[in-house]
Nanobody, 127 residues
Framework: EVQLQASGGGLVQAGGSLRLSCVAS????????IAWFRQRPGKEREGVVC????????YYADSTKGRFTVPRDNAKNTLNVQVKGLTAEDTAVYYCAAAPKYYCSGYGWPEVDFGFWGRGTQVTVSS
């Protein structure tokens, strides 16, 4: 059974940082991707970062480039994201998702392509 364990949300002051973590289990090979999505109040869910587990290459949404970073020591079955320079625009529920036999790309990763989802974690940025 595939499971995704997400953690790391919370209340943060503007300009601060936090770390999101997602641990995947139950996959029988490395041929899958893990991604973070977020849903801001009143907006549709959007992709934030996507990682190909087989080669460890991360892809970032344009809205998060430079502020969201996957650390170099990221473990193979996890997707950790270090977030800095948080603003009110980052307030959202963040979801971890996974898709087998899928590839992240610079063109994006639609949520409809992901069949496995973890529970959302709330990130609230206070001004």
């Amino acid at each position: 059974e595939v499971q995704l364990q997400a953690s790391g949300g919370g209340l943060v002051q503007a300009g601060g940082s936090l770390r999101l973590s997602c641990v995947a289990s139950g996959f029988t090979s490395d041929d899958y991707v893990i991604a973070w999505f977020r849903q801001r109040p009143g907006k549709e869910r959007e992709g934030v970062v996507c990682l190909s587990v087989s080669d460890g290459t991360p892809y970032y949404a344009d809205s998060t480039k430079g502020r969201f970073t996957v650390p170099r020591d990221n473990a193979k079955n996890t997707l950790n994201v270090q977030v800095k320079g948080l603003t009110a625009e980052d307030t959202a529920v963040y979801y971890c998702a996974a898709a087998p036999k899928y590839y992240c790309s610079g063109y994006g990763w639609p949520e409809v392509d992901f069949g496995f989802w973890g529970r959302g974690t709330q990130v609230t940025v206070s001004s």
